[in-house]
């Protein structure tokens, strides 16, 4: 019974681009995406709340991945490729960084992005000496449409999976103190570095995936940090410990996005900073928190 | 031969030898309590068992099993359980899963209704088995207190460290607890506990062990080391006239 | 060659030491971790710009005036933004991850605020922008003055913490915030004035960058990634060691420029960054506990 609702919302969103224009369309592909890259967050931030900014960095590499490969591999290929990238990239990453905490692994999270953007850069303008790559692949947009949404939709039930398995408890764990967990048996970084793995692979197959619709990649485009930033409110909106809290807050905010970016591009950053700070002050548990919590005043009142 | 043997352990942080040398023993089944003035090294003794701080130099064993230089989640896959001088519980879960978790990462890796059955009966024998749905960050300090003990039973282990357990309580709570601890005894479980409460530790413990300043300067009956000179000028402050 | 880049490279550390001094002030007294701090420099250094070009101000007489607008702002912010969250927290873990997401708001709003008011262009003056020998290198004037503020700021404050009554306080609420109440200290309020200070030296910095240096309304995140990167290598809440580190920085930034590539100039400071924080996260000069 829980998975019929969702199948069929799967199913309804799976036809949807044989009747949608392509504006349409780019939009769904947005807004997939957002909700992959901010389930995909939520798989180990979500619970543990080390709060990560190098979604980007994985992103980013998933899409140069592709740009480099487009000619010499097939595709099915190439996003193996990238998610072994992507993986090992997230396990050496994890490996050295997880035992930071707090504002450390924040920071760390964000210069790690940065940091492999000003490689790349430095390395496609003084060895290669191609700053941008196009990327031509044999693939209509429905198809990118429809990869994401299998992607997403897989995110969601790895993430409900995990949530009744034995990792999700222990992530949980983590979250509120991770003394009393190690001392309750739980291997800390083993747990983390699972977790850690598995969202940043995913990561990377969203920018893998979408890459083809930039195609021209250079990396200011592909690791621009605001990606990061937008995956982290929108988890944060929705309930970055729910199932569907991700995606409940990456829909409404990708399209506001893409409203302001078009129309008011000068505001934008604004908008941001009061939304992060809004969420902080008003729903810090994310709107599914929030609604369950009045409701139950309301019931409580009747 | 013995069960938690501590061998010559010494915790230093920077400058301040925190544990000097200290070495004593416990037998299987045995409870016995850790005394010594504020200050003295006794939870950094149980830090350095159950694994919170590596030592700096001596060996601790468990039956047999050199528990030195291990993880924490090792040492508590190994069969030791503790509750802490700040009562850490999970504020987000509920009770039942505050206390599952030793069963279910600990060293039996219960899961399903196994680890609910083992949490259940953890959570009954502390009385704390009707609210097993509410959230932890709900509940009142002595529920708190009964909480992390729940959590340490729920590891099903072979020796459990209660770090000021008692602290805190008022009388009735204080007696009820005290009798909680002799039941856990009487069950054959292997007790250290740092206590400061004299009367628990007379009712509790035949036996104790005392430090000052990070040193060991008693490990005999309890009787006897309550009226040791050495003892007491520990606790009064004075110093020991050899 | 040498020369030359020692004393280039002790000329912007000054800079880059004044600008983790406050920093390291709003993170080891207030305990927040301000995110926004890049943005409030880059506030003060627009202004000084606009002041300059329009009204013909000196930045060497605005700077006071940028001073204490930073201060000003960085008590208001602590009382308005900040104070709810530490009540709230009440000692638990939240405050951190609250903080972070609070200051990342209101970097995001400082900096739209820029752009609408300044646009995305990159901006400079031309300020005593004219040689002086120094030890035969040819040094901007302009550079030598941000130096000297930097320089006069920077050992103020480490006397006024060192010697005075109000800087034992400080110190105080900076090592123990948990036990400074029981000897009578208000720590709240020790905390608005750490925070508040924070802000108004991020202030001078700004101003001093102003002066020699070329700046668009989206750098502020570069500024709070160097002040950050060392007052991680500094120690948090050590000033001696934050000004060390911050001539330490403009030293090895200097010399991956002059030697290397400028193009892997920031990839450095992410590199030492990271480095530092995996290999002593509590410091090159704190005692590793």
Request: with cysteine; glycine share 10%.
């Amino acid at each position: 019974m829980r998975l019929i609702l969702p199948l069929i919302c799967l199913a309804v969103l799976a036809v949807l681009p044989l009747h949608f224009s392509d504006y349409g369309l780019g939009l769904l592909i947005g807004a997939a995406t957002y909700v992959t890259l901010a389930s995909a967050w939520a798989l180990f931030s979500g619970h543990t709340h080390y709060i990560s900014l190098a979604t980007v960095a994985f992103y980013g590499a998933g899409a140069y991945t592709v740009a480099v490969l487009n000619e010499v591999l097939p595709y099915p290929a190439i996003l193996l490729c990238a998610a072994v990238i992507g993986g090992t990239l997230a396990l050496i990453v994890g490996l050295s960084t997880l035992r930071l905490r707090g504002v450390y692994f924040v920071i760390f999270s964000f210069g790690l992005a940065e940091l492999i953007r000003q490689l790349i850069t430095w390395y496609e303008v003084n060895v290669t000496g191609t700053l941008g790559r196009y990327i031509f692949l044999d693939i209509t947009t429905r198809q990118i449409y429809w990869q994401m949404l299998a992607l997403g939709a897989a995110t969601i039930a790895l993430t409900a999976w995990i949530m009744r398995a034995r990792l999700g408890l222990a992530l949980r764990v983590i979250g509120d103190d991770e003394t009393v967990a190690a001392h309750s048996g739980v291997n800390l970084a083993r747990v983390k570095l699972i977790a850690f793995v598995l969202s940043s692979v995913i990561l990377t197959l969203a920018g893998a995936i979408t890459s083809p619709r930039y195609v021209y990649v250079e990396p200011s485009i592909v690791f621009n940090p605001t990606v990061s930033f937008l995956t982290v409110i929108m988890a944060l909106l929705g309930g970055a410990n729910r199932l569907w809290g991700p995606a409940l807050g990456a829909v409404p905010l990708f399209l506001v996005f893409e409203f302001l970016s078009s129309n008011f591009p000068d505001t934008y950053p604004i908008f941001l900073g009061l939304l992060f700070i809004g969420v902080v002050f008003v729903v810090p548990d994310g709107l599914i928190s929030a609604a369950e919590r009045l409701t139950r005043r309301g019931q409580v009142r009747a | 031969m013995s069960f938690l043997r501590i061998d010559r352990a010494v915790k230093q942080f920077g400058g301040l030898r925190a544990v000097d040398e200290v070495s004593f023993s416990l037998q299987r089944g045995e409870i016995v309590g850790l005394l010594g003035p504020n200050g003295s090294g006794k939870t950094t003794v149980i830090n350095l068992v159950s694994g919170a701080l590596p030592v700096t130099s001596g060996e601790i064993w468990l039956d047999g099993r050199r528990l030195t230089g291990l993880r924490c989640d090792r040492i508590a896959r190994a069969g030791v359980a503790r509750t802490f001088q700040l009562v850490r519980t999970l504020p987000s879960l509920s009770l039942m899963e505050n206390v599952m978790i030793t069963a279910v990462f600990g060293r039996s890796t219960h899961w399903g209704e196994k680890a609910r059955r083992v949490a259940e009966d953890a959570l009954a024998t502390v009385g704390l088995a009707e609210r097993a749905s509410a959230v932890a960050g709900d509940l009142t300090y002595i529920d708190q207190k009964r909480l992390e003990l729940a959590r340490a039973l729920a590891a099903e282990p072979e020796i459990l460290l209660l770090d000021e357990w008692l602290a805190g309580l008022n009388p009735t709570e204080l007696a009820e607890g005290v009798a909680l601890i002799r039941r856990l005894h009487e069950g054959g479980l292997t007790i250290l506990m740092v206590e400061h409460i004299i009367d628990a530790v007379r009712a509790l413990c035949p036996r104790v062990v005392v430090m000052n300043s990070g040193r060991l300067i008693a490990d005999e009956a309890t009787e006897a080391a309550l009226s040791d000179p050495a003892v007491v000028s520990a606790y009064l402050g004075g110093e020991v006239d050899a | 060659m040498l020369t030359t880049t020692v004393i280039l490279g002790l000329v912007l550390g000054g800079t880059y030491a004044l600008l983790a001094l406050g920093l390291t002030l709003q993170y080891g007294i207030a305990r927040i971790m301000n995110l926004a701090y890049g943005e409030l420099t880059l506030l003060s250094a627009f202004v000084v710009v606009a002041l300059f070009q329009g009204l013909g101000l000196s930045p060497l007489l605005t700077l006071p005036l940028v001073a204490a607008g930073g201060y000003g702002i960085g008590w208001l912010l602590y009382a308005v933004m900040m104070r709810p969250l530490v009540a709230r927290s009440q000692g638990r873990g939240r405050l951190e991850v609250d903080s972070i997401l609070a200051t990342f708001g209101l970097l995001f709003l400082i900096q739209g605020g820029l752009l609408l008011a300044f646009g995305a262009n990159f901006t400079s003056i031309s300020y005593l922008d004219r040689g002086v020998t120094v030890l035969g290198v040819s040094v901007a004037l302009n550079r030598l003055i941000a130096f000297g503020i930097c320089v006069v700021v920077g050992a103020a404050l480490v006397v006024a913490l060192k010697t005075t009554r109000w800087g034992l306080i400080m110190r105080a609420v900076a090592l123990t915030p948990g036990s400074a109440p029981l000897v009578g200290i208000d720590v709240n309020r020790a905390a608005r004035q750490g925070f508040a200070l924070g802000s108004a030296l991020a202030a001078v910095a700004g101003a001093s960058i102003s002066m020699y240096q070329t700046f668009s309304a989206t750098a502020g995140v570069v500024f709070t990634m160097k002040a950050l990167v060392i007052v991680i290598m500094g120690g948090v809440g050590n000033v001696p060691g934050a000004l060390a580190a911050g001539f330490g920085l403009g030293l090895i930034e200097t010399f991956v420029a002059t030697a290397i590539d400028p193009g892997l100039t920031l990839a450095a400071t992410f590199a030492i960054f990271l480095l530092v924080l995996l290999w002593r996260p509590q410091g090159l000069f704190g005692a590793r506990r």
